[in-house]
C-alpha cells in the first residue's frame, strides 16, 4: 500500500482570494489529503436552522481542483454559542460541581439529548451535501474526544442517564446493591432514582459504584460516536475516521473503532514528553527537542489495533506547541522521522497540523507547515523531503511481530478508581512493558482484551489487566508460545470485587495471590536475579514451578508450561532480564538497542531512528541525530 | 487486670450459614471480644421506621453463645439513604462551599437537629432492645468521629447553631465585638444573626472568629455524643466507648471522654507512618513495615488519659490497608508486637480490625485475620500467638510515670488558626517532645490541659499550649517537680488575644516574649550547647536565670526554681540534651534507647519493642526484628 | 528637598484616653506624619447614614495639636456588615465561582455600582468634613488596591460592566468577532449579552477574551479612583495618594497614579521575599532577615515614576510581620537601612506600620514600633535614629539616572494569558532586568510604556513588552543612545495577535522572530560568549549585525545602530556581560557590586546599603552588617 501525506486546513480562517494558493502550494509539496470542517460550525449554521454552504461548497471545489483529497470533519466538538440558549443544561459539569462553560471547545456533555439530537441534525445536513461530493475521501467525527478531560461528567444529564444505564444493567436495586456490595456502610439503595453520581462523597465512594460510572462514560462517547457514523453511511461511502489523542484513556478505543473505518491519532511528541509522561527530569532533557523514543510507537501500535489494521496520523506536530508546561522546537529532523516512524509502524497516511499557523485565538503559539506570513517554517521543508523519499519508496506495509501485548481500558479505570498505591497507573504500567520490549529492538503488536485467538504470537504479555476477559483466558490455556501475565492481572471481577477463590485464577497455573503491597518509590524490592520490583508487589502462594524469587523468598515469577505470572512490577534491569530469558527460550532474536536509537521492521524494510541528538553508530552507519535510516530486509 | 483480644465482625456481610463456625473460630483462635454493629443501620432499618430486629437478635446469639461477649455500636456514621428524603440539608458542607455527598460514611453535620433526633430515635430502639442483652458486653458510639475531615461544617445547620452558640456565650454583639476586636477592619457586627462563617472570606478571616467557631464545632461533637451516651445509660450498665482515630484534634477528646467509660482508638501503624507523620523519607522507608516507634505509645498514653484510665484498641491494623498514600505489608511479628505494646501501655482490650476481608466496596484492600476466602492471614496466627501469651502472662497493670506531658485540644486549633510559620503545628511540636521522652526510655503519662493536680511527677513538659488554664497555673506554682512550659505557651488569652502584660505570664518566672519569629527548615538558630531551635523562637526578656542561650546571645531556657521557659522549637539534639538535662537534675533514670528500639515498664514488667527490620542487641539480649522482650522487673 | 518620617495610627483600636501620649511620644521621636481612618469606617458610620464623626475630630485635633501631619484614608476598603444588607450582590466572586465573604477586608468588587455610589458618598462626606482641617495635609484612597488578589471579579455586576465596556470598545460583535479571532472553534458572538467571563472554561479561553477582561479589570480600579480622587478635590487642596502594594500588578498603576499626586507602597522586605520572588533557596536563607537586596529598589523606582517624582513609602515593615510563609526577625538596622534607601531613591517620606502593635484580630502578630503594652520594639529606635540622622543630612533630591527600564503593566496581564512556558512571568523578567543593572551599581529610571522621550538616558531596556507603544517606538528611533529590546517584544498586537509581518518589527533593524521555544529550567541554551538563555529563546532571522550567538548557531544578540534585540532570556552571567559591554560602549562607568551590597547616588550623596548578615570592605570603609553607609559626592 502506498503511504500519503496530508495537512489540516481551516480555509474558514483566511481570506477566500488565499484558498487557490495554498491549495497549490500543498498540491506542489506533495501532500495528498486536506483535513477541513471539524471547528466550523458557526459558519456552517451562523443562526440555527439557517445553514451557509457556498462558502464550504466553493472551499471544497478550490482544494479538490488542486488534486487534493479532502477528509471532511463533523463540527460537534465546537458548538456555537447559539445552541446554549437552546439547551441551557447541555455543558459537562466538572467533578467539583462547576458547570464547564462556553469560550474554548469540547462544551458539552455527551450524555446530554439535546445536544445528542442537534448533533445528530448537523451531521445528517453535512453528510446529506457532501455525502457524495467526489472530493470528499474520508471522514471524521468530531475532534480529540475525551481531550481536556471531558468524558466524566458530573452534570444532570449525566446522573439521568446513568440511572437509566444502570437500571438497564442491573434490572433491580437488590441486584445492583449485592454487585456492589452496598450493604457495606449501610449503602444499600431502594430506587434507581437514589443513585447519585461517585463525587463529593465524604470519603472516596464505593469502587464498584465508580466503575459504574467510569463504563457507563465510556458508552456514552460509544453512542454518540455511532450515532454520527450511523448517520454518516447513509449518506456515504468514503471511510470514516476519528482522530484520537495520545494517553486519553478514558474511553473504550476499541469500542469507538469498531463503529469506525480507520484509527487516527494526533501525535505531539514533545507536548507528549513535556506533559504526560512519568519519566526522570533527565530523560525529559534528553529528550526535550525529540521526544519520547516509545511513545509515539506504542501508539503507533495501539491504533493499529484499534482500526484493525487501518490507521492515519491525522495530526502530527510540526514545531512548537502551544499547550504543554513547556514548548520547545523540534530538532531540525523530527518532523521527518516521526513522520516516517508512523509509516513503518503502518500508517496509511501522515497529516501534519496546520497548514499555517493561525496569528489569532488559543493556538496562535502552535506552529504550522507555513509561518503566519505564510513563510514555510521548518516542517515545511521537511514534509517536502518525506513526500519525495515516499514517492521513491515502494511499499511498507506493517509485518506481524512476534510479540504481543494486550492493552485493556477498562484496567486504567480499575485502577485509577483503586490505585491502592497513589502512583499505581495502569498505562504507565503497560508502556513499561512495551517500553521493554522496544528497547529488545522487537516490533509489538498490540491487542484487545477480549482477543481470543493469540495465533502464532511467540510471546504475549499482559500485566495488569483487572479482569481478564473469558476469550483471552480461553486462548492463554490453549496458547502455544509464552505468555506473561501479572502484576495485577484478574486481580477484580467485573463488578470490581475481589474473586473468591483469589486471584490470579489462571488456566493450569496453581497460584494465589495472598496479599498484596504498594509501596513507595524509593522502597524497591531486590530480586535474587537482579534488578528489583517497585510500587507493587504480590504474596503468591504457588505449586507452579518458581523461576524467580525475591532476595526476601517471596515468588517474584511463576509459570505452568509458557504461561508465566509476574508478581511485581518490575524495573528495567529485572524486565530487561525477563523478557529477554523468555524471548531467548522461545526463539525470538532480540537486538538490546542503545538508548533513544529505536528501530522498527516493515514487511519489506528494517527502520532505524534515532531519538538521540548526537549521532548513534549502528554497525558501518552512522545515523545523525535526529536521523532516520532504513535498509532492504532480506 | 487480666487483658483480652477481640475482633471486630459484620455478620450483616455474610450468609448467616457462616456466623456459627465464625463464632466458633474466634473463641478457639482466643478472643473476648467482637464489635458488630456500627454501620448496620440500612439492615437494622431499611425502610424509615421499620426495625428488622431478627437477624441481629440471631447474630448476638450466635456470638455470645460461642462464649464471646459483643460490644455493639450505634450506627450513627452510616445513616440510610432514605434518611436524606427526610432530612435533604442534613450533610455537611465543605469550607469550599460543596455538599459532601452520600455514598460512603460520616454524611451529616453534627448541628443538623433533625438528624439528632433520627439518631436519638435509633440509638433508642437499639439500647432498648439490647440494653440488658447478658452477652452485650459493652457499647460503642458512632465511628470515628472526625475522620474524613467531618468535625468542621459549613452548612447552614452549622451556620444557625454557631450563631445561637455566640449568643450563649458572649449575650452581646457589643461583648463579642469586643471579645474578637471587631473594630480592625471594621469587622464590627450588630446581630448575631449578622454572623458568618469564617470561610471563604477575602483573606484571613479574624483568628478570634475562626476559635470561636472551631471552640463551637467541637461542643459539637461532644453534644451529639453525650446526647448518645444519656439515652443507652437508661437502658444499659455496660460500659460505653468510642473509637478515635489516630492524629484527630478537630474536637476535644477529654470533653467526649468525660461522657464514656472507656476511651478506645483505632491503631493502624502503617496507614499513620504514610500519611500522617512529619518525617524524613529516611524515616519512612525505615519504618515502612513496621510503623513509626513513637507515634502508637504516644496515642496509647493519650487514650489512658481521655479514658482516666480505661482504654482499649477498638481497630488494630492487621496487615495492609487501603487508604493511606502506599499500603504496605507489615512485617511478620508486627501484629503481636503492636497488641504487646498496647498491653504494656494499659490497654483492657486489642480488637483487630477484621475478622474476615471484605471482598467487596470500600476496603476490600484492607486485610482481616482471615483472607477473603477464609483462610488464616498472617496475622491470624499472630492474634492466635498473643491469645496464649496471654494466657501465661500475670497481669500487666500499667506503672505511674515520673513524666508527664500535657495535651491540649485547643491549642492544635489555636496553632492552626495562626500558625504564623507555615510549618507550626501543634500536634507536631508536642508529638516531638514526647519522641524526645522516649528516646531517653521514660514511661510517660499524658495529662488534660485543666489538670489541676501534677502529683508526685518529677518533670512535667507543656510546649505550646495557646492558654495555660487557672488549675494548670495553680498546679505548676505548686509543683514540686521540674517543669518545662514553651515555647509558645500561654501565648494568646482564651479570646485568641494577645495578652497584656505580654506572655508567658508564668508564676514566679519574670520573662517577657518581647517579640517572635517564624523560621523555614533550612534556617537553624544554632545553640550554644549545640543543636539548634527550628521553626520557631522568641526574643526574651527575662529577670530569671539563663540556662542556656542562642549563639547569638538571646536567651533559649530560662528558669526560677524548677520552672523552665524553652524559647524555641528544638531540634533532636538540643531536646535530647536539655530533658537529660532535667532528669538527671531530678533524679530520674534515663536510658538512651538506639533507635527504632523503645521500652515501657508495666507494674511488674518491662517491655522491650524492636521497630527495626533487623535485630538489636540489649545487654545479652538479642531482640530480633519486629520483636517482643520482656522481663520482670524487681 | 527634606525627607520626613511618618507612621500609621489607628485611634478607634485604642482608649481615648492614650491617644495624647501616644500623639506626644510620636512627635517626640521625630515623626512628621501619622496616617489614620483607612479601615474605619464602622466607627464614622456605625448605622447607615448616620455619621459619628466626634471621635475623629477628636482625633484628628489630638494628633494635629501634637504638631504631626494627618494623612487621612478613605474607609472604602472596609465596608461594614451593614452594607451588605443594602447590596447583597457587592461582593466579588473568585475563578472558580466562589462569592468572597465578608469577614476581612476588600470585600468588595469594583464592578458594583451601587457600592460605587456609597464609596462616593462616604468619601463626599469625609472630605466635606475634613477637606479644610488645616492638620489634614494629605489623603489616601482606599488601601493596597488589588491586595488578595482582588482585581479580577466573575461577579454577575462585572459581568455587566465588561459587556458594556466591550460594546463601548467594538461597537460590533462583528468587529470583536475579528479582532479575536472568534472564528477559531466557531467562538463567534451575536450579541455583546452574550459573551462570558472567561473563567470555567473547558480549556483556556481566548487569549484576547481575556486580555480584554484584563484590561477592562484594570479600567475598573481606575474609574474606581478616580470616582474618590474627583470628589476630595473638590473639597480639599491637599495632595492624594494611594498605598500600592509590592509585585501587584494586576492593574495599571501608571493610569490611576496619573489621578493620584503622589504614589506611594508598602515595603514589607521580608514578607515579599518569604511570599512573592523566585530565587533559589539559597538567596532565601541568605536574606531571610533582610530581605532581597534589589525588591525594595525596584519598587522605589517604580513608584517614583508611577508618582511623577513625588513618592513614599506609607508603610514601612518595622520587626516580624504575620502574613508571610515564615515570618522572621528583622537584623538590628535593617529598620533603618530600609528607609535611608527608600530616601536615597528620592522617598519624599518613610511612614512605619504601625505605631503599636495590635493585641487582637488578624494583625496581632504584626510588630509595630510599640510592642503590645507599649513598650518601644527594635524599629522605635531604629526610627528615632532615622529622624536624627535627617535632620542632620542636607537634602537627597533623587538624581537622574544614565539608564532606564520600561516597565509595563498590561505585559504582565499578557504573559500571565499565556505563558507559553510555565515559568515565564513578566514582572521575573523585567525584574531580572533591573538586577542586572543594580548589580553594577548603576542608578535606576523606570519608564512608563508610552513614553515618548528618551532624553539623555544613555541605556535603555525594554525586555518583554508585548505591545511597544507607538510613542515608545518613535521614542527608540529617534534615541542616540543604546536600547536593548527583547525577549519577546512587541510580540502581540494590542488585541493579542501575532502580528503580520512577524515581530518585533522595530524601526531599523531587519529581524524576524520565525519561531520561539520556552525551555525547562534545567535546559539552558549555551551562548558563545559565556552564559546561557533561560526558559525562553527566538530563532531569528536577520539582516541586522549578529554581536552574539548562541552554540548551536542562533544569533542570540542583533543590533541596528545602537538598537539592539536579545532573542532570549539571559542568565546572570550572560546578562551581566551584555550589560557591562553596552555600558562600556556608551562610557557608563560600572562597579560590579559583591553579592548583597548595593548602592544609589542621590544628587549629593553616594548611599551604600549592606543587606547582608556579615560586614563587607567597600576599599577602606567596612559596612557593618545591616549597615548604611553614605558619603559626599564630589
Redesign the interface.
Known sequence: MKRTLGVCY?P??WPEAQWAEDAARMAELGLTWVRIGE?????IE??PGRYDWAWLDRAIETLGAAGLKVVLGT?TA?????MLDRHPDML?VDA????????????YCFSHRGYRHESARIVTALAERYGRNPHIAAWQTDNEYG??D?VLSYSDAALKAFRDWLAQRYQSTEALNRA???????????SFD?I?L????????????VMAFRRFASDEVVGYNRLQTDIIRKFSDAPIAHNYMGRITEFDHFATGADLDIASWDAYPLGFL?DRLEVT?EH??RF??QGDPDFQAFHHDLYRAVGRGRWWIMEQQP??V?WA?????PLPGMARLWAWEAFAHGAEAVCYFRWR?????????H?GLL???S?P??AFHEAGEVAKELAAMPDVDAARADVALVFDYASAWAWQT?P???DFDYFRLAFSFYRGLRRLGLNIDILPPDCGDLGNYKLVLAPGIATLSAPLLNALARHNGASLVGPRSNAKTVEF??????PPNLPGLAA?V???????P??PVPLDLGGNFLHWRE?LETEGTVVERSTDGWPALVAAGGLHYLAGWPDETALDRILTTLCDARGILVDPLPEGLRRRDSGTHRFWFNYNAVPVERGEVTIPAAGVYWEKLD
Not at 456492589?180 to 431502594?190: A, P, Q, T
Request: positive net charge.
Open positions: 481551516y474558514e480562517h471547528f466550523a460550525w458557526s459558519r451562523p443562526v463540527p465546537t458548538p456555537p454559542r447559539w459537562a467539583q460541581g462547576r458547570t464547564r462553560g462556553f469560550g474554548s471547545r469540547r462544551h481531550c481536556h471531558t456492589w456490595g452496598n450493604i457495606f456502610w449501610s449503602m444499600e439503595y431502594s437514589d447519585g461517585p463525587n463529593l462523597t465524604v470519603t472516596e465512594a464505593n469502587p464498584a459504584h513535556s527530569p525529559k532533557r526535550v527537542r514545531g512548537p502551544n508546561p513547556w514548548n520547545a522546537d499557523q493561525a496569528p489569532f485565538a488559543q493556538e496562535q503559539m506552529a509561518r503566519p506570513d513563510a517554517a521548518q483503586q491502592q498505591g497513589q470485587a475481589t474473586p473468591v477463590p483469589l494465589t495472598a496479599r498484596v503491597e504498594s509501596l513507595p524509593d522502597v504474596k
